[in-house]
């Protein structure tokens, strides 16, 4: 006996700047289960190839592991590993220029004024643990963290807290050699 599959629907962020005057949202119906990554493939390979977006993770190494950095209801999370609920919304990473649909300029800021919600993720760093090793800066898909020197030591800081994909990512606690750094609900005690 065949199981149906169940289906959601997923609202997606739609911009080429070649023919569209302003972003829209389309809305797919995608197979409930899997990675936010799953359904945007899923909606490519089924619905429409013209979706343009971004993933690292397959093959040999995880080099561009990062790529697939978007917004997913209104929060900074990776496709990858962003389990898929129902009705989600999927945008581009807001920290960065829009080149088509999901497509970011990671070298490009956005341009846009006005401040960003929050994400409910922040990442904590334990200045006697650090280093400066600077492993997590180079890790950080979305450059939330730098080095800097404070009282004469080179530290890791978080210089752009709002693209904290921390849910999701965590690759900055991972790669850390000397554990260093944690993440934690906002308004959590530390």
């Known amino acids: 006996m065949e ?20 972003p829209h949202y389309e809305t797919y119906k ?20 013209s979706l343009s977006f971004r993933f690292g ?4 190494t995880f080099e561009r592991c990062g790529a697939c ?3 997913v209801n209104g929060e900074p999370a990776l496709s990858c590993k962003k389990i898929l609920k129902e009705k989600m919304t999927v945008d581009p ?5 829009i080149l088509k649909d999901l497509v970011v300029d990671f070298d490009g ?3 846009q004024t006005g401040k960003w919600d929050m994400p ?21 898909p979305v450059k939330a963290l730098a080095v800097k020197k404070i009282d004469g030591k080179g530290r890791a800081v ?9 849910k999701t990512c965590a690759q900055c606690v991972t790669f850390c050699p000397n554990g260093a750094i944690h993440l934690q609900v906002r308004g959590e005690a530390r």
């Not at 169940?6 to 005057?21: A, G, L, Q, V």
């Not at 995608?30 to 190839?49: C, M, N, R, S």
């Not at 409910?120 to 950080?140: H, Q």
């Not at 978080?158 to 921390?166: A, K, N, T, W």
């Open 109 to 111: 800021e956005n341009t």
């Open 120 to 140: 409910s993720t922040e990442i904590v760093v334990n200045p006697e643990k650090c280093t400066a090793c600077r492993d997590c800066v180079l890790i950080c």
């Open 93 to 97: 990473h807001h920290k960065f220029a």
């Open 158 to 166: 978080v210089v752009d807290p709002e693209s904290c994909c921390g």
């Open 69 to 71: 950095a978007v917004k």
């Open 3 to 22: 199981t149906e599959t169940m289906m959601t629907e997923i609202k997606i962020f739609r911009y080429n700047p070649e023919k569209d005057e302003k």
């Open 57 to 60: 993770c397959s093959g040999p």
């Open 30 to 49: 995608v197979p409930l289960g899997g990675t936010v990554l799953d359904a945007l493939k899923y909606v490519y390979e089924e619905h429409d190839a």
